[in-house]
């Protein structure tokens, strides 16, 4: 079982930033992909950013050189650093991890949510 614990959201305005944090803890063998998700008002979650385990990278179009993903391996973290945040960024962001358990049985796991909001 793995347990993810976000931090990090709050009101910003625009053009700020904000560091959002994602720690997991439990029972488990390895943490694989992790990634932060975030759902808007009245629209489908979506993905913002994504990292492998070796550190490769990926990140939606619309926050490409805004965002950035970093993960500690060792701390089980994955963080989101939003610069330059635009009032369309505002949603509920969401941590994610892909994990295999001690028994190896393969399961994704979500963070309760933090609200980021951006408004002048």
Same mark, same amino acid.
């Given at each position: ?7 990090? /959201?709050?009101?910003? @305005?625009?053009? *700020?930033?904000? %560091?959002? =944090?994602? &720690?997991?803890?439990? !029972?488990?063998?390895?943490? +694989?992909?992790? /990634?932060?998700?975030? @759902?808007?008002? *009245?629209?489908? %979650?979506? =993905?913002? &950013?994504?990292?492998? !385990?070796?550190?490769?990278? +990926? ?11 970093? %993960? ?49």
């Amino acid at each position: 079982q793995v347990q993810l614990a976000e931090s990090g /959201g709050g009101l910003v @305005q625009p053009g *700020g930033s904000l %560091r959002l =944090s994602c &720690a997991a803890s439990g !029972s488990f063998f390895r943490i +694989n992909d992790m /990634g932060w998700y975030r @759902q808007a008002p *009245g629209k489908q %979650r979506e =993905s913002v &950013a994504l990292i492998a !385990s070796g550190g490769e990278t +990926n990140y939606a179009d619309s926050v490409k050189g805004r965002f950035t993903i970093s %993960r500690d391996n060792a701390k089980n973290t994955v963080y989101l650093q939003m610069n330059s945040l635009k009032p369309e960024d505002t949603a509920v962001y969401y941590c994610n991890a892909d994990a295999l358990s001690r028994s190896l049985s393969h399961s994704y796991y979500w963070g309760q949510g933090t609200q980021v909001t951006v408004s002048s």
